[in-house]
Structures are given as structure tokens and as C-alpha cells.
């Protein structure tokens, strides 16, 4: 934009000029240049500073600004072009910003390999630590293999000793880990192996109990040559509250063939368990079963074992218990018998295949030492698949054996069924 000088006369100001272009911009098709504006008067020269040119020794007052015309239309163009970028960078920025905050409130898990993951701390216990995630569902990591853990927020911890604090971060590889019991008091320094829970259920922090289990049916209807009709019915609960947990289990069976009952047994299992702050528990148990066709009247058990937690968590469960016990059996036909020897129990089950699939196994055994010749046996092996709203079903094989059965009974029972039922 060329500038020409040329002498102003008398007021001893070097009045100048502007060449000024036609806009071609499409924004202001008929832009011109405006008209001057006037300069009031009484302003002092000395403070005008245009492109270097001044004047330094008037005093009057001049009508400078009447020679100076308004800024072309190519920088208003340009100037409206800046504007038009500016909410769009502000709409960049608040993405950008709302992203690092979504990130930013994230539980971050550091394995002791290195890796980092994020997502949401469920739950943490002494054997594994579960973290919900948007890419992968719910993962069960081993606590063995995690190096720390650092949370958006305190979470609830529960110490050995039946205290509570917050937590803000834990490393289970750490000497000492800080836990805060109250907002206005000083953290305290625990080693990690204190820490039994972090973010626990009601019923471990002793504020309620937890009511598990399922009913499951099985059934087959056959007519023509041969009318049949079976019905199997089981169920299971488990009720827990802190230290505390009672089971109950039991089965029915009711066959019938052209109108004739060819089966009628029935079994009923209870236990009790008090939990330690080890995986180590105590049990008692009574068991109780029925079958007519077997010449069984009553069948009725007692044992008191001392059982072992290898895993207990939503993905998997693994416990075994050992202790003495006593059988007495009552025959409608065959002379009562009393057994006293070990009985062993064990019960596994597993989430597999993405979490839509739980197999599980349960057995319990018992050794006679009155009469070596006394040997009894029971396993259920099965598979089960949620299917929608709690209803669930599976497939199982049942297996009943008795070393020394009654007159004319066979040693070995087995069942497979098709169970339909709801879990909750």
C-alpha cells in the first residue's frame, strides 16, 4: 500500500495520502472506502505518531485525521476471517478440555510389568483386584502381579482389625500405605497385608446381609408304549453376613412309568461356616437324604471340618474342607448300620469364555473306619448360561455311589438333567 508525502503548508504537518484498492473480496461486494471522519480540534499534534511522521513543535490544533481514510476493506475481510475461526477454536478447546477431564477421572492400575490400565477399581481383596473397563468388561487381575494402584477418589478400606478409613492410593508392594479413619484426622502408615478389603460389600463391613441362590428345574414327559414322567427340583442358598455364612442345599426326585412310581429320593444338605481373617474357616454340617427304592428310610450325616479359601470371588471359587464325621442309615428291609470316619469336601466354579459360561464342580466323600468296606461318594459336574433377566440354564451329571449298598441295590446312580431355573 504505497503512501505519498507532501508538504502541508503552513500548519508545517507533512500531510499524507493512501492509495486504496477496490475490494474484491465476496463478503463486501460494494465496499468503498468511507468518507473521513473529523478530528475534534485542540488536539495536540505532538500525540499523533502515524508511520513514523510527527510534528514535535506545533502546538495548533490541525484537521490531520480529516486526510486519513478508514482501513480498507481488505483488512476488514481479514479481520472478519479471524473472527469466524474463533468460535471454532473455542468449540476445539472445550473438546479437548472434556477429554482430558474424562481421562483425568479415571482409577489407573500400573502392573508390575510396566503396563497401565484404566477404568473403574470394583473391588480389591488380598488375592485379586477387579477393574471394570469400557474396551474389555469387567477384569479380574491378580493383586501379585499389581504394582499400584491410584484412585479418581478415596474409597472405603477395611483394615484387619474391623476399622475403616479412606484410601487415595494403594500398592500392595509397598512397606507402609497411607489410610485416613476420619476427614479431620492424620493418616496412619499400614503395611499393605492389614488392608482385607477395599471397597466392600454391606456385609463384610457388618451393615447387613447378603442373600444368594438359585431353583432350578428338570423335567421329561413320555407318552405312547410307555408313559413316563420325571420331575427333578433342587435348589441352593447361601447367606452371608461379616464372619458369619450358612448354606442349604437339596434335590428331589420323582419318577413315574405307566403309572407306577419308579423313583422317590430326596437329599438336604445345611452348613454352617465361620470365616477368619485368613483364607482358613470352620464348618459344621448336616445332611439328611431319603430313597425308597434304594431300601434307604433315613440317611442322616454330621461332620465338623476345617476348610481352606484358595480363590473367593465373583470369577471364581475354589474351597476344600477335611474333618471327622458320622453316618447312621435307616433301612425298611435291612438291618440299621452306624459309620464314623473323615469326611472330605470340594467345591469349584469358574466364569469362562467372556463371562457368559460358569462351570462348576461339587463333590463330598466319606470314608468308614468302623468297616473299611463303607465308602460313599456324590459329585455334580455342570455347566450354566444366563440367558436373560436372572433366568438361567444348564446342563449337569449327577453321580451317586455307595460301596455297601442295601439287599438288591446297585452301588453306582447317575443322572444327567436339563435344568431351566433362576438364579439371583
Known sequence: MPLRLSDGGATGVKRYSQEVRPCSSPRFPTCRPSEPRPMSRGT????????????????????LHDHLPRPSCRIMCRSSATCCWRPRIARILLLAGFL??????ADEVIMSNGDRLTGSVVRIDPISLQLQ?????????NLSKVQNVRFDAPRLALLDDETKGSISEFSPMAERISVRRSASSEPIRVVPDRVRVIDPEPWE??????????????GKSQAGNTDQNELDFDYHLDYRWRWHRIESAGILEYDTSSGVKTSQNWSLDVKYSRLFESPWYAAGWVLAG?????????????????????SDSAQRNLRTELGPGYISEDFYDTQDRRFWGPFWYLDYDQVVWKDQLQLYHTQRAFWATNDT?????????????PLISGIVGGIEYDIEYDSDPAVEAKTTDTTVRLKLGYAW
Request: with cysteine.
Open 44 to 63: 495536540r499534534a505532538s500525540r499523533i505518531s502515524i508511520a513514523g511522521v510527527a510534528d514535535y513543535g506545533s502546538r495548533r490544533s490541525t484537521a
Open 100 to 105: 482430558v477431564f474424562s481421562c483425568s477421572v
Open 133 to 141: 473397563t469400557d474396551y474389555a468388561g469387567t477384569l479380574n487381575i
Open 205 to 218: 463391613s457388618g451393615e447387613g446381609g447378603k442373600l444368594s441362590g438359585g431353583v432350578n428345574l428338570a
Open 290 to 310: 431319603h430313597d425308597r427304592f434304594a431300601d434307604k428310610r433315613l440317611r442322616v450325616g454330621v461332620a465338623s471340618t476345617l476348610g481352606y479359601r484358595f
Open 373 to 385: 468296606s463303607k465308602q460313599l461318594w456324590r459329585s455334580w459336574t455342570g455347566l450354566r448360561v
